[in-house]
T-cell receptor, first 112, second 114 residues
């Protein structure tokens, strides 16, 4: 158990819908990362928050957004969903940026 | 920009044989390097990391990796493969600082046969 909790584990939704993925980092970790894993794109970095502030942005679509709350949990919002958004979405946390990140079990999103 | 290249998307070894998974990195700053393992339907688990200091790094489950700056490599090895080692392995690189992210390679699927 990495200490990073992601909910839900599985999500099936229709095209055009909006979903929210939730992540609770390890106790004491200030940095939260979101990654997308798909067969064709591999593991892609989406966005990083550090102590409530956005710190780095990767290949995140404009339809996607995230935030980190004062209690350090984070949410990834995906809207206007398309079939191609079907993937595993991982959250990871670390004490500070650059050190090893601990990954949650992921949320498997299926868009139908 | 930082990147890693994993040579070989699939590697097959016999049980008891040497495991060698290759990773080369590119970084304009001193890199932090990592190997992660992913079992089916699981998240990523850290195997080992190199930040500074000793270039031979030992990790969990008998794996180790050697940082070779001259070759820009960080290959993962294990002397004797077990069936339980079958999984996907990812090499990753990051810099330091609060805005550093992990950049992953494309992964190598390790198959262990009897």
């Amino acid at each position: 158990d990495s200490g990073v909790t992601q909910t839900p584990k599985h999500l099936i939704t229709a095209t055009g819908q909006r979903v929210t993925l939730r992540c609770s980092p390890r106790s004491g970790d200030l940095s939260v990362y979101w990654y997308q894993q798909s067969l064709d794109q591999g593991l892609q970095f989406l966005i990083q928050y550090y102590n409530g502030e956005e710190r780095a942005k990767g290949n995140i679509l404009e339809r996607f957004s995230a935030q980190q709350f004062p209690d350090l949990h984070s949410e990834l919002n995906l809207s206007s969903l398309e079939l191609g958004d079907s993937a595993l979405y991982f959250c990871a946390s670390s004490v500070v940026g650059g050190l090893e990140a601990f990954f949650g079990q992921g949320t498997r999103l299926t868009v139908v | 920009a930082q990147s890693v290249t994993q040579l070989g998307s699939h590697v097959s070894v016999s049980e008891g044989a040497l495991v060698l998974l290759r990773c080369n990195y590119s970084s304009s700053v001193p890199p932090y390097l990592f190997w992660y393992v992913q079992y089916p339907n699981q998240g990523l688990q850290l195997l080992l990391k190199y930040t500074t200091g000793a270039t031979l790094v030992k990790g969990i489950n008998g794996f180790e990796a050697e940082f070779k700056k001259s070759e820009t490599s960080f290959h993962l090895t294990k002397p004797s493969a077990h069936m339980s080692d079958a999984a996907e392995y990812f090499c990753a690189v990051s810099g330091s600082g609060t805005a550093s992210k992990l950049t992953f390679g494309t992964g190598t699927r390790l198959q262990v046969t009897l």
